[in-house]
C-alpha cells in the first residue's frame, strides 16, 4: 500500500470510478475515434471535446520496463526492487504500470500481461499487471 494518491478531477473521474469496478476504461474521442490517454480536456489527434468511455480488454504487452532498487518515494522502500512498465494496450494506448505476478528476471519486453485491478481501499484502485496465461 502506498500513500500516494492520484489527483481525480471531471476528466480521469469515469478512470478511476471503472477500476474501482475492476474494468478499464478509457475515453474515445466522438469525432476521430482516438482513445485518448492519458485523458484531459481535449483530444490529442483533433482537439474534439466529446469523448464517450469505453471498456478496453485489460490486455497488453510489455513495451519496456525498468527495475527500481532504490525507492521513489519513502513508502515505496518496502516494495524494491519493484518494476515499472510501459504497457502497451490491444487497443493501442500505451501506458505506465506495474508487472506483478512474475519474477523480476522473467520480465521481458514483448510478455503478454492482463489488467491486475489492486484494490488499495474503497476509494482507491490501481491499475497494475500480471502475466497473460490464456486468451479470454
Ligand atoms: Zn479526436
Redesign the pocket.
Known amino acids: 500500500m502506498t500513500d500516494l494518491r492520484p489527483p481525480i478531477d471531471r476528466y480521469n473521474a469515469p478512470y478511476w470510478a471503472g477500476l474501482r469496478e475492476q474494468k478499464l476504461r478509457l475515453p474515445r474521442?466522438q469525432?476521430?475515434?482516438?482513445l485518448q490517454f492519458p485523458m484531459g480536456p481535449c483530444?490529442s489527434?483533433?482537439?474534439?471535446e466529446s469523448f464517450e468511455w469505453i471498456e478496453c480488454s485489460g490486455r497488453g504487452t510489455i513495451w519496456s520496463y525498468i527495475v527500481y532498487h532504490h525507492a521513489f518515494h519513502p513508502s515505496l522502500a518496502d516494495q524494491v526492487p519493484y518494476n515499472v512498465a510501459e504497457i502497451t494496450l490491444e487497443e493501442g494506448p500505451k501506458l505506465i504500470s506495474n508487472v506483478v505476478g512474475v519474477p523480476i528476471d522473467e520480465l521481458c519486453a514483448g510478455m503478454s500481461v492482463a489488467a491486475y485491478f489492486d484494490r488499495q481501499d474503497d476509494e482507491l484502485t490501481l491499475l497494475r499487471f500480471k502475466p497473460q496465461t490464456e486468451r479470454a
Do not use: D, E, N, P
Open positions: 474521442c469525432a476521430c475515434g482516438h483530444c489527434k483533433c482537439l474534439g
